[in-house]
C-alpha cells in the first residue's frame, strides 16, 4: 500500500516501472546497421549523451532526405529512449518501404502502446521476412494467448536463428510440456551468454544426477537420556539447510572431491559470473560441499547482495564455523528480515545460547511465521529446557502435525515420561516412518519394555541399518544370545566404531574367546604386539568402561607389565568396580604392600565380592584376630560364590575351634 503524501516513492516507483519497460523493450528491438544496439539510456555520461546527439542529428538530416536506413535507425534510437511519438512516423515510413528491422521495432511500439493484435501483425511481417527478434516476439505473444502450437513454431523459427532469447523461450515452452527437447534450447541460449538459461540448464543436469544417484533417507541427530535408554531431543535446535533446494544434489553437483567439476557446476559459475544470484547460492553451496570454503563464501556474499536470503543465511553460517559470530549474525538478521525462518532459527539458537531465552523465544516465533517448522519445534526444545513441560508438548504437537519427524518423537518422548506408554507410540511410529532413526531406536526400546523381543528386535534392526550406533548394540547382543556370532561380530563392530565402550568391550569379548592361550609369560621374551581384541578392550577402557578397565589390567599383568595393571585396576576400582578393587589387592600382596590390599580388598567385600570377603578373612587369621576373621568368613559365606563359600566355611569352622579351644 501507498500512502498518500509518498509523493518520491511514486516518482521513484514510476522512474523504476518504465526503465522496466524499455529494458523489456530492448529484448526485442531490432538493431539496424547505423545503430549500436548496446546504447544504454538508463546510465549516460556526458560524451555519451553528446555522441548519440550527434548521431541523432545525423540522422534526422539523412532521414528528412528519405534515406531509408536513417529512418529506421532513427526509429528504433528514440524507441529505445521511450520516445513513442517521435519514433512512430520514422517506423512507419521505413516499414512502408519494406523494412523488416522497422517492422519489428514498429511492432514492440504498438505493444507499448496496447494495440497488441495490430504489434502481432507487423511482428508476423518481420518474422515472414527473416526477423529472429520478431519471430520471438509473436512467438511470446501467441503464448499468452494460449496459442502453444503457433508460440512453438514461430519461437522455433528464432531460436534456429540462433536468437538466444527464442531459444530461452523455446525451451521454456517445451519444458512446460515436459518435452525431452527443452534441454537441447536452454543450452543454445546458455551458449549464447543467457543467463537464466544457464542457470536453469545446470538445474535440469542437477536434477537427473539426483535422481540417478539418490542415497538414503536422512537419519537425523542420536542422542540418549542417561538412563533410560530412551531418545530425546538434542537441546541443539534444529536448522532446515541453509541453501534450501540446493544442499540436497550439492555433493552430485560438486563431483568427487578434487575432481574435475561437473558439468552442472560450469553452469551454475557462467549464469553467477553473470550476475544470477540464485546460481551463486547454488555454486556457493556446491563448493562449501567440496570444502572449499573461501570461494564458497565469496559467491554467498555476491549472491546476499544482490538480495538473495538463503545466500545470506548460508553465508552466516559459514562465518558461525569459522569463529566470527557476530558478522554471521549480521547476516542472519538481514536474511531473517527478508522472510528467512532458517535465519531466524539461527538467530533464536544464537540467542538461546547465550542465555537470553525471551528473544530467542522470538525468533523462533518470527521463524514460525515464516513457514518453517524448526520454529515450533525449537520453541518446544527452549521450553522443555526451562521444564515447561505442557508448553513443550504444545508445540512439539504443533510440529508434529505439521510432519517434522523429530517433534513427533520428542512428543512421544515426553508422553513416555509421563506415563503415557499407548499415546507415546503412534508418534513413535509416525516419526520412524517418516524416517526418525531415533524414533526407530525408541519403538524398540518401547516393546521391548513390554517383553516383545521379536517386535523390538525388528526395529532396533531398522535403525541400526540407518546408522544407530545403540540400535547396533542390541541387534549384537541378540545376535550374542542367539549363538549367532557372525552377526554378533558385524553389529558390534558398527557399534563400536559409532564410539559405545559396551559394544567395543563385547566385541572384544567375543575376539577373546577365539584366541589360543598365550601360556605363562617368559622373561626376557620379546613383547609380542596387541592383539585386535585387546586394542577394543584398551579402546572401551579409555571410554569408561569398568569391566575393559579390569580386563586390560589383567592382560598386562598376564604381559608381566605391572605398572600398567596397577593403574587399570586402579582406575576401575575408583570408578566403583569390585573386581578392580579386588585385583588391585591382589597385586598389591604380591608386592607387599598388603595394608593398602586390605583397604581394596574392604572395599570389594562391601560392594559384594566373596573373594575379596575371603582373602580379608585369611589376613585376619594370620594376624590372629580370630573374631574378625569368622565376621569375614561368614559374609564370604553370604556372597558366594560356592567354591569360596565352601573355603570361607571350613576356615570359619577352624577359628572358631581355636577361639574354644
Not at 72 to 85: Q, V
Not at 97 to 112: K, P, Y
Not at 617 to 637: F, I, K, S, Y
Request: proline share 3%; aromatic share 6%; glycine share 10%.
Amino acid at each position: 500500500m501507498v500512502f498518500m503524501g509518498d509523493r518520491a516513492t511514486l516518482l521513484e516507483t514510476g522512474r523504476f516501472v518504465q526503465r522496466h519497460a524499455r529494458n523489456a523493450a530492448d529484448e526485442i528491438i531490432e538493431a539496424v546497421g547505423a545503430v549500436d544496439a548496446a546504447v544504454d539510456t538508463t546510465a549516460e555520461t556526458d560524451a555519451d549523451t553528446e555522441n548519440e546527439t550527434e548521431t541523432e542529428a545525423r540522422h534526422r538530416r539523412a532521414a528528412e532526405r528519405g534515406d531509408l536506413a536513417s529512418m529506421s535507425a532513427l526509429g528504433a534510437l528514440l524507441l529505445r529512449r521511450g520516445d513513442l511519438d517521435g519514433a512512430e512516423p520514422y517506423l512507419r515510413g521505413a516499414t512502408a518501404e519494406g523494412d523488416r528491422a522497422a517492422a519489428n521495432n514498429l511492432g514492440v511500439l504498438l505493444h507499448q502502446r496496447g494495440y497488441a493484435e495490430e504489434a502481432a501483425g507487423w511482428w508476423r511481417v518481420a518474422a515472414v521476412a527473416g526477423s529472429a527478434p520478431a519471430a520471438h516476439a509473436l512467438g511470446r505473444h501467441h503464448r499468452e494467448r494460449g496459442d502453444e502450437p503457433a508460440a512453438e513454431y514461430w519461437l522455433r523459427q528464432a531460436a534456429e536463428q540462433g536468437h538466444a532469447l527464442g531459444a530461452y523461450a523455446l525451451a521454456d515452452l517445451l519444458e512446460h510440456r515436459s518435452d525431452v527437447g527443452a534441454e537441447r534450447w536452454l543450452r543454445a541460449a546458455a551458449e549464447q551468454g543467457h543467463r537464466e538459461a544457464a542457470y536453469r540448464l545446470a538445474l535440469a543436469l542437477e536434477r537427473r544426477a539426483t535422481e540417478t544417484t539418490r542415497g538414503p533417507h536422512d537419519t537425523g541427530t542420536r542422542l540418549r537420556v542417561p538412563g533410560t535408554g530412551a531418545l530425546v531431543p538434542t537441546g541443539a535446535p534444529a536448522t532446515a539447510p541453509a541453501t534450501e533446494g540446493t544442499d540436497a544434489a550439492a555433493g552430485r553437483a560438486a563431483g568427487e572431491p578434487g575432481g574435475e567439476p561437473t558439468e552442472a557446476e560450469q553452469w551454475f559459475r557462467q549464469a553467477a559470473a553473470r550476475g544470477h544470484r540464485r546460481a551463486a547460492l547454488h555454486l556457493g553451496a556446491i563448493l562449501e560441499h567440496r570444502g572449499e570454503l573461501k570461494e564458497a563464501g565469496r559467491w554467498y556474499l555476491s549472491s546476499a547482495k544482490e538480495g538473495e536470503a538463503k545466500a545470506a543465511c548460508a553465508l552466516g553460517f559459514l562465518l558461525r564455523d569459522a569463529g566470527d559470530e557476530e558478522s554471521a549474525a549480521v547476516w542472519w538478521l538481514r536474511a531473517a528480515q527478508d522472510g528467512d525462518g532458517n535465519a531466524a532459527n539461527a538467530l533464536g539458537a544464537l540467542h538461546a545460547a547465550r542465555g537470553e531465552q525471551q528473544t530467542a523465544e522470538r525468533w523462533y516465533r518470527a521463524a514460525m511465521d515464516a513457514g518453517d517448522v524448526n520454529g515450533a519445534y525449537n520453541l518446544g526444545l527452549l521450553c522443555a529446557a526451562q521444564n515447561r513441560i505442557p508448553q513443550a508438548e504444545q508445540w512439539y504437537r504443533r510440529a508434529a502435525y505439521a510432519g517434522h519427524r523429530e517433534a513427533a518423537n520428542a512428543l512421544a518422548v515426553l508422553l513416555l515420561q509421563a506415563g503415557d506408554a499407548n499415546g507415546a507410540e503412534p508418534w513413535f511410529s509416525k516419526a520412524a516412518e517418516a524416517g526418525s532413526v531415533d524414533a526407530a531406536f525408541n519403538l524398540g526400546i518401547l516393546h521391548a519394555g513390554r517383553d516383545d523381543d521379536r517386535t523390538a528386535l525388528v526395529w532396533y534392526e531398522r535403525a541400526a541399518a540407518a546408522g544407530h550406533t545403540e540400535a547396533a548394540l542390541q541387534v549384537g547382543i541378540a545376535a550374542l544370545r542367539d549363538g549367532d556370532e557372525r552377526t554378533a561380530e558385524r553389529h558390534l563392530r558398527c557399534a563400536a566404531g559409532g564410539g559405545s565402550a559396551e559394544a567395543a568391550f563385547r566385541l572384544a569379548s567375543v575376539l577373546d574367546a577365539r584366541r589360543p592361550d598365550p601360556g605363562p609369560a617368559v622373561l626376557g621374551a620379546p613383547r609380542e604386539e596387541k592383539t585386535e581384541c585387546e586394542e577394543w578392550y584398551e579402546r572401551a577402557a579409555q571410554q569408561g568402561h569398568r569391566r575393559a578397565q579390569v580386563r586390560v589390567g589383567m592382560l598386562a599383568a598376564g604381559r608381566g607389565d605391572l605398572a600398567e595393571a596397577d593403574r587399570w585396576y586402579r582406575e576401575a576400582a575408583e570408578a566403583g568396580s569390585r573386581n578392580g578393587a579386588f585385583n588391585l589387592g591382589l597385586l598389591l600382596a604380591r608386592e607387599g604392600s598388603e595394608r593398602e590390599a586390605a583397604l581394596w580388598w574392604t572395599r570389594a567385600a562391601r560392594a559384594g565380592h566373596g573373594r575379596a570377603a575371603l582373602r580379608l578373612a585369611l589376613l585376619a587369621a594370620r594376624r590372629g584376630e580370630l573374631t574378625e576373621g569368622r565376621r569375614w568368613c561368614a559374609r564370604a559365606v553370604e556372597l558366594g560364590p560356592a567354591e569360596v563359600a565352601e573355603r570361607a566355611a571350613r576356615l570359619s569352622e577352624a577359628l572358631h575351634q581355636e577361639l574354644t579351644a
